[in-house]
């Protein structure tokens, strides 16, 4: 079998197992996705699902927060991990929208990039899940290990695993491949969890 075709049949079982494409983190703007893709760094849907509640609440969009403090923000992130760190960046990610794009959410890679705490994985699951923009794939830690295990790749670099995987599948399924690797069934692969999906995944690894 092929790479293209062993990126066919794993599409076909991603689609079959994961027919709903509602994102995991709870957002109702490319904004409020971005930061909670930027608060889901090393840390659970679930938890960040909690905390981004409060978060919008008190600044609902990025003229807001950019007026925040780091201590009034970590105050409300504080259960999510690396939240030093994630504070900072968010304040001034806020405050670069508001002075270079108006305050509106960029909406290309290039213009995403430069918001401090976004790298392409993030800007990646922001353009699809809040512009409909496939540009690449986001390759997280998810993404790396499957691809890995069914053999779609053999390097380790997310930017070298990206080139890879943007060649195997259509440019239409980046986004939605990205979404549904995300599904426990497809992590329980890496798991080794001997049940039927897992061996249908596993039909597609190198031998």
Avoid at 28 to 48: F, G, I
Avoid at 60 to 69: F, G, I, V
Avoid at 127 to 140: P, S
Wanted: glycine letters at 6%.
């Amino acid at each position: 079998m092929t790479d293209k075709q062993r990126a066919a049949k794993v599409l076909e079982l991603l689609a079959e197992r994961y027919p709903d494409l509602e994102t995991h983190l709870m957002a109702e703007s490319p904004w409020e996705l971005l930061v909670a893709t930027v608060l889901a760094a090393q840390c659970t849907d679930k938890r960040v699902n909690q905390v981004t509640p409060e978060l919008f609440r008190r600044w609902p969009d990025p003229a807001a927060l950019a007026q925040a403090t780091i201590p009034e923000l970590e105050e409300v992130i504080h259960s999510v991990g690396f939240y030093h760190s994630k504070a900072k960046h968010l304040i001034a990610a806020a405050q670069l929208v508001v002075k270079e794009f108006n305050g509106e959410t960029p909406n290309t890679m290039k213009d995403l990039i430069k918001l401090p705490g976004v790298a392409r994985k993030t800007a990646n699951v922001v353009l699809w899940g809040g512009f409909g923009i496939n540009e690449g794939l986001a390759v997280d830690t998810h993404v790396k290990r499957i691809s890995g295990r069914l053999g779609l790749t053999k390097h380790t670099d997310p930017v070298d695993i990206e080139k890879d995987l943007v060649k195997l599948f259509p440019q239409s399924e980046w986004g939605k491949v990205n979404h549904r690797w995300s599904g426990s069934a497809a992590m329980s692969v890496m798991r080794g969890s001997p049940c039927a999906t897992n061996a249908r995944w596993l039909r597609f690894a190198p031998k």
